[in-house]
């Protein structure tokens, strides 16, 4: 049990064992001797990176992919020997913090590379060679480029540990794309004389629901570790059902009775039309329940409550169907009595993506991390 003090009832619960269940299921469903690498990037998207790394490592992860400098150099404070990929640009000039910290780079380009070797002090480079097989985000683009890397590495003391690509389409049902994207990554990794230890192109949804042939040796495990699909699509053809790790819950703070024709909220949009309860929530967009999410329900005794008015910065109202006590436990994401709202629910009402709910669920809600 957790000894921190919690001053307000809001709070994230993360599930570690379903967790752990998403990282076993993967593992019979890969070929033999396919590695697995954790994305911990934004704060484990939003679910608590230490815990999580934490658990992905036990579970047989072997490397941990992060997004910036800064998420490395914090992952290598908590794992001192654990492999730290990270997987967007590092600016040269820190290559030497690189090699102090013993943390993989990505290189882009060959012109990082150059520059890269203008910075370094001492000591070999480790890198992973990505490639932009058409993401057209970051990344070796042509084959002169990467004719010119292949020969410029062998020159330099630079340890080619990996090479990666990222599918813009995985998670859809057309392949056309994803298979025009697989060759040119495939052209692009034959320029090298001596191949990587670790070639990966399998994000999540290539991992769950592509050919085993674009596994290679290691897979890059996202959205799904954490028990969200990355499209219905994918959640439809998911060799094995996922196991959400995050609920998110609060307690009533303030009720009290309202009449016909009272108003609720900043602009006083909500009009009570008949006599109602109104319940206050210590939660507001400042925590992640963004303004968008107006009309949004919640549970309350099982039962599911609208979010009334605009949502405020640090607190929300729900019309209530009695007068509940102040202290009534509210789930916003998460099960109650059998009655469940999801975090793709957010994401349909919001119009946007399952993966930005919990990136967005903001530091002020402590993240609470179980084994049951």
């Known amino acids: 049990m957790s ?22 299921n993967l593992q019979q469903h890969l070929t033999d001797n396919v590695e697995i690498i954790a994305v911990v990037k934004a704060n484990a998207y939003g679910h608590g990176d230490v815990e999580v790394a934490r658990t992905a490592l036990q579970e047989g992860a072997t490397t941990l992919a992060v997004a910036t400098f800064e998420e490395a150099l914090h992952m290598r404070k908590h794992f001192k020997s654990a ?18 910290n013993d943390i993989t780079l990505t290189a882009p380009s060959l012109q990082w590379l150059e520059q890269v070797m203008m910075h370094r002090s001492s ?21 002169e480029e990467m004719k010119a890397v292949a020969a410029f590495i062998q020159c330099e003391d630079i340890e080619v540990d990996g090479i990666f690509t990222h599918f813009a389409t995985a998670d859809e049902q057309d392949e056309a794309y994803f298979l025009q994207q697989a060759k040119a990554f495939n052209t692009m990794v034959a320029f090298l004389p001596n191949k990587p230890r670790l070639i990966h192109a399998a994000n999540t949804a290539t991992a769950l629901i592509k050919s085993q042939a674009y596994q290679f040796n290691a897979v890059r495990y996202g959205i799904a570790m954490y028990g969200l699909a990355a499209s219905p699509y994918v959640e439809a053809c998911a060799p094995f059902a996922l196991e959400p790790a995050l609920s998110l819950h609060s307690a009533l703070t303030h009720v009290k009775q309202i009449e016909a024709g009272d108003h609720i909220g900043y602009g006083a949009t909500f009009i009570a039309k008949k006599r109602m309860f109104i319940g206050t929530l210590p939660i507001g967009y400042a925590d992640g329940l963004l303004r968008g999410l107006a009309g949004q329900e919640v549970l309350i005794d099982g039962q599911r409550m609208p979010i009334v008015g605009k949502i405020c910065m640090d607190q ?32 349909e009402r919001l119009n946007t993506i399952n993966y930005e709910i919990p990136c967005t669920l903001s530091y002020r809600v402590p993240r609470i991390h179980k084994n049951d």
């Open 316 to 347: 929300c109202m729900v019309a209530m169907n009695k007068n509940y006590p102040i202290g009534e436990p509210v789930t916003l994401i998460g099960t109650q009595q059998n009655t469940t709202i999801n975090i793709d629910e957010w994401a």
């Open 123 to 143: 000591g070999d480079i480790r890198v992973h060679l990505k490639i932009d097989s058409g993401m057209g985000r970051i990344g070796i683009r042509d084959e």
């Open 83 to 100: 492999p730290i990929l990270v997987m967007g640009i590092v600016l040269p000039q820190f290559v030497n913090d690189a090699i102090t």
């Open 3 to 24: 000894s921190v003090q919690y001053y307000r009832p809001t709070k994230i619960n993360i599930n570690l064992k379903a967790i752990q269940q998403n990282i076993r």
